[in-house]
Every structure is written in C-alpha cells, then in structure tokens.
C-alpha cells in the first residue's frame, strides 16, 4: 500500500513538472516579446525577471530568482546585451545588468547561497541568502569562466578576464584579473587605450564619461544583433 502511495506521489509530482516546464516554455515569448531566450534557457521565478530588446539568452543557461516577490524585479538585464551559453545567475536582493554587455560561456552571478549554518539539514533543501546586490554597469565584457560573487558592483564600460573571480567592487573602465580579482589597467579617453595602473591613473579618470555621456556614445556604433546571433540557421551558416 505505501509503495503504491510512493508511486503515486511521484507520477503527480512528475507530471506536475512536466506541465509547469511545458507552461514556461510556452510563456517565454509572451513576457519577453523583444528578446530571445533559448528554448533551453531555464527560467527560475520568471515573472521576477526582465530581459531588455533585442538581447539574447544562450542555450543552457540558468536564471535564478531565489526570493520572487510580487511587483519588484529580482533579475534585471538590459538592452543589446549577449549571455552566453551555459551561464548561472543567482539573485539574492537583485542582479541588475546594464546595456551592451556580453558574458562568454560558462560566467557565474552569484548574490545568493544556501544557509549552512546547520549541517544537520540538507544543505539542498537550506534557506537561501537575500542580501546581496549585483549590479553590472554599461558594456562590461566577461571572459570565460568568470564569477560574480556576493554584494558587488561593476563599473561601466570594464572588462573581466577568463575565470577571474570578482569579489569586490570594481570601478569603471577597469580590466581585471585572476582570483581575487584585481585591477591591472584602466582606459584613459585622453590617450585612447588603456594604460597600467599608477598613481597617474587617477587622473585619466576625469576624462570618464558619466552613463549618460557613455549610452550616447556607444548608440552612435552599429548594434550587433544578438537576437539573430541566436537563431539555430544562422549559426549553422555563419
């Protein structure tokens, strides 16, 4: 009788699965109309996301709204922006990524974690954090493999190197690299290329243009089509 029950259970919790992974497939292009999100793309707590124009969502890739509340955007992408394949973000408060960014395969936002306060509880089945804030400025490039770890923010127009681990604040117009991450130049506008880090540095920095300035500047450039880049022909040809 209990294994009949047992069964039981499983075949409903199976087939409640099933139509709930059918039915958010199904939505996808009905709560983002103007981007494109992999047929693969698993979306977590998807009425908490928003996801810009022409903007596109690799295959594999995993957005994780752990505290979904009613009104309020836990992840927020922008416009022109090209996550990569096989990416994981994780909010805890909220992730919010700028226009014109592009994540290489394998990049990891992480702003939430399981409670481990307890080993007696399965760490799977543990609370997860709420705290943190990612928050990813204008046109910043991730190479392969890097992370976002906890409450950070990334300036606008920065570069993270492949597999860098990002634990702290970064300013604008930076590269950074390794684990941790450090800075090692910044992009002077006065010199026009970016320049090793020295106690000049800070004055190059007056010449930064403010994110109003910037967004006007790259919207003058062609646009690159992320959403074309994601359909299956195109690729197949390119």
Same mark, same amino acid.
């Given at each position: @009788?209990?294994? !009949?029950?047992?069964?039981?259970?499983f075949v409903l919790a #199976?087939? #409640?699965?099933?139509?709930?992974?059918?039915?958010?497939?199904?939505? !996808?292009?009905?709560?983002?109309?103007?981007?494109?999100? *992999?047929?693969?793309?698993?979306?977590? /707590? @998807?009425?908490?996301?928003?996801?810009?124009?022409?903007?596109?969502?690799? %295959?594999?890739?995993?957005?994780?709204?752990?505290?979904?509340?009613?009104?309020? !955007?836990?992840?927020?992408?922008?416009? =022109?922006?090209?996550?990569?394949? =096989?990416?994981?973000?994780? %909010?805890?408060?909220?992730?919010?990524?700028?226009?014109?960014?592009i994540t290489a395969k394998?990049?990891?936002?992480?702003?939430? &974690?399981?409670?481990?306060?307890?080993?007696?509880?399965?760490?799977?089945?543990?609370? &997860?954090?709420?705290?943190? &804030?990612?928050?990813?400025?204008?046109?910043?490039?991730?190479?392969?493999? *890097?992370?976002?770890?906890? =409450?950070?923010?990334? /300036?606008r127009g920065s570069v993270?190197?492949?597999?860098?681990?990002?634990?702290?604040?970064?300013?604008?117009?930076?590269?950074?690299?390794?684990?941790? *991450?450090?800075?090692?130049?910044?992009?002077?506008?006065?010199?026009?290329? #970016?320049?090793?880090?020295?106690?000049?540095?800070?004055?190059?920095?007056?010449?930064?243009?403010?994110?109003?300035?910037?967004?006007? @500047?790259?919207? !003058? /450039?062609?646009?690159?089509?992320?959403?074309?880049?994601?359909?299956?022909?195109?690729?197949?040809?390119?």
């Amino acid at each position: @009788m209990a294994l !009949k029950r047992s069964r039981r259970t499983f075949v409903l919790a #199976w087939g #409640w699965a099933a139509a709930s992974g059918l039915a958010g497939t199904l939505i !996808k292009p009905f709560l983002f109309p103007f981007a494109r999100v *992999a047929l693969s793309a698993r979306l977590i /707590g @998807m009425r908490s996301i928003a996801i810009g124009r022409n903007t596109l969502v690799s %295959s594999r890739t995993w957005l994780n709204v752990n505290h979904p509340a009613r009104g309020r !955007k836990s992840i927020v992408i922008g416009n =022109n922006c090209i996550i990569g394949e =096989n990416n994981f973000l994780s %909010s805890g408060r909220l992730i919010e990524i700028g226009d014109y960014v592009i994540t290489a395969k394998d990049c990891a936002f992480l702003g939430s &974690t399981h409670v481990y306060s307890d080993p007696c509880v399965p760490y799977g089945w543990s609370e &997860t954090s709420d705290r943190d &804030t990612i928050s990813v400025g204008t046109n910043c490039f991730f190479g392969y493999g *890097a992370q976002v770890i906890g =409450n950070v923010s990334i /300036g606008r127009g920065s570069v993270v190197g492949a597999n860098a681990v990002v634990r702290t604040d970064v300013p604008p117009f930076s590269l950074v690299v390794g684990d941790p *991450a450090s800075i090692i130049k910044r992009y002077s506008f006065r010199l026009r290329q #970016w320049i090793r880090c020295s106690s000049d540095t800070q004055e190059h920095e007056l010449d930064h243009p403010d994110e109003d300035e910037y967004q006007t @500047m790259l919207g !003058k /450039g062609n646009v690159l089509l992320p959403s074309v880049l994601g359909n299956d022909i195109f690729n197949s040809s390119y």
